[in-house]
């Protein structure tokens, strides 16, 4: 079956702006994660979701990033005010349960570049 | 911030040999993964070890796990050029409601052919 996918794969706003990154998770999957990965750094975690709701946002870096997942599938991270530092590769990932051993699988990422 | 620590930062090995990278953590986990990552995108899980296990086999990845030392490495055998990529260890907490990976920063493998 489908991966987990991710959209766009390329985003490049300006400083100032809001953009959201979007992340459809494989199908019945969940438990949903958020990553955040800085060139050259291992991923960090922003946001993870079990089922509709945010189980924890302890990595989230501020008010200005926010992330839903209404429907409990896909899940969309937004970003308001953009700063060059939210430069980064944007990951998502998707496990089968919220559990501690369960294996997280990873969406190919949104590079997000901030001029 | 970084769970850990990567060792060494980069490695480069000929086709054929073995490349050897070790990971250290801080904090008591419930499971360690190693995954593999080409070109700054996607992340490939290759191999989760619990914290009651100390060496687990895949193929040509064979990984072990002291967590009196708060350690891991990541063997791979036989390396081949399609095996150069960044290597990062993940650990997940042992207690808590924490789910998510912390990684750490990653050894870059260059196999050259």
């Known amino acids: 079956g489908a991966g987990v996918s991710q959209t766009p794969s390329n985003k490049v706003t300006e400083k100032g702006k809001y953009v959201e990154l979007r992340c459809d998770p494989i199908?019945?999957?969940?438990?949903l994660y958020w990553y955040r990965q800085s060139l050259g750094q291992g991923p960090e975690f922003l946001i993870y979701?079990?089922?509709?709701?945010?189980?924890?946002d302890s990595g989230l870096p501020n008010d200005r990033f926010f992330a839903v997942r209404p429907e409990g599938s896909v899940s969309t991270l937004k970003i308001q005010r953009t700063e060059r530092g939210d430069s980064a590769v944007y990951l998502c990932?998707?496990?089968?349960?919220?559990?501690?051993?369960?294996?997280?699988?990873f969406g190919p990422g949104t590079r997000l570049t901030v001029t | 911030s970084q769970q850990g620590e990567e060792d060494p930062q980069a490695l480069s090995i000929q086709e054929g040999e073995n490349a050897t990278m070790n990971c250290s953590y801080k904090?008591?986990?419930?499971?360690l993964q190693w995954y593999r990552q080409n070109s700054g995108r996607g992340l490939v899980h290759l191999i989760l070890?619990?914290?009651?296990?100390r060496e687990k086999h895949s193929g040509r990845l064979r990984v072990t796990l002291d967590t009196s030392k708060k350690s891991s490495s990541l063997l791979i055998t036989a390396s081949r050029a399609a095996d150069t990529a960044s290597y990062f260890c993940a650990t997940v907490f042992s207690s808590g409601s924490a789910r998510q990976l912390t990684f750490g920063s990653g050894t870059q493998l260059t196999v050259l052919p």
């Open positions: 070890i619990r914290s009651n296990e």
């Open positions: 199908s019945g999957h969940t438990a």
């Open positions: 979701f079990q089922g509709t709701g945010a189980a924890d």
């Open positions: 990932a998707s496990s089968e349960l919220g559990t501690l051993g369960a294996e997280q699988y």
């Open positions: 904090t008591s986990i419930n499971n």
